[in-house]
């Protein structure tokens, strides 16, 4: 009789461990929908070195929320020169459904690469406000975030307005497909021009007329390489470039935009400007 109570106990005592046990394997590995894994996606985030701290700070401090409030996986490649072959393999290999590209000097790599995979959706996101965007042609799977600096218009026409009222003598450097404004340098001041397209001997041109005018500033109109930037600066009168500017951006709310075109499927290819709230200021250098 004591045997027998003692096994009925024994079993009593196994079949609630096993109760307990199953009870806690529930609350502890909650069960993952078949719909939560189709809606899975991958990311992958590539910064070149032109992308400074707070970026890669930003980048750094989100990622981890887009795991846990969506199962979004991702990677992260930081400092690359370029979109190389090494790059490429590994976009292959993990079939990443989103990449977002940091650095205006990735463009032109992040471009020949989207078009070369076709099957990510590409984010070329610009980090400032400079540069050449007409390497860019439409691609179904590639989407370009520039800042608009258009914007800088009538606070570049002030600061001209300005000079003409008080008869500043300026020297203007463009090239023949953008002309100065007649309003800026009428027909009369031709000579107060130089353009840099049709003439191999512009900078003795410009040493000159800057001589023979007495000129207070030069202005450069038209875009021109950081070398002619530079060499425009050694002849030591000030140089007002309207094509440079530097662009405060707000990644906080980039970065929470993007993860909600992920999760809304709103993602859209184009070339697109960040909005006001991305961009908090805009300004000439």
């Known amino acids: 009789m004591q045997k027998c109570i003692s096994r009925i106990i024994l079993i009593g005592a196994i079949l609630t461990c096993m109760s307990v046990l199953t009870a806690c394997a529930g609350r502890g590995l909650p069960s993952i929908s078949a719909e939560m894994l189709a ?11 032109s992308v400074g701290s707070s970026i890669k700070s930003t980048i750094q401090s989100v990622l981890p929320n887009w795991r846990e409030a969506h199962q979004i996986t991702y990677d992260w490649i930081q400092d690359v020169q370029e979109i190389n072959d090494d790059v490429k393999n590994q976009v292959k290999d993990k079939a990443y459904d989103y990449i977002y590209v940091i650095g205006n000097d990735l463009l032109a790599s992040t471009v020949k690469a989207a078009s070369e995979l ?55 450097v463009t090239t023949a497909s953008k002309p100065i404004p007649s309003a800026w340098a009428p027909s009369e001041e031709a000579d107060h021009i130089v353009l840099l397209d049709n003439n191999p001997e512009w900078f003795k ?15 450069l109109y038209s875009p021109a390489d950081a070398s002619v930037v530079q060499k425009l600066k ?36 184009g070339l697109k400007s960040y909005n006001a ?7 000439l250098n």
């Open 39 to 49: 809606n899975k996606k991958s990311v992958l985030f590539i910064t070149s070195p």
């Open 118 to 172: 076709p099957k990510s959706k590409w984010s070329l996101l610009q980090n400032q406000s400079n540069v050449d965007m007409s390497s860019i042609q439409d691609q179904a799977n590639l989407s370009v975030m520039s800042v608009d600096t258009s914007i800088l218009k009538p606070q570049i026409e002030s600061w001209v307005q300005a000079k003409i009222t008080a008869r500043t003598s300026i020297e203007w």
């Open 205 to 219: 041109q410009l040493k000159f007329q800057l001589s023979n005018h007495h000129s207070e500033w030069i202005v």
């Open 234 to 269: 050694t002849i030591g009168i000030p140089v007002m470039n309207v094509n440079a500017s530097t662009a405060d951006l707000n990644w906080d709310e980039i970065m929470k935009n993007s993860v909600q075109s992920i999760v809304d499927n709103s993602w859209k290819s």
């Open 277 to 283: 709230n991305e961009l908090k200021e805009l300004k």
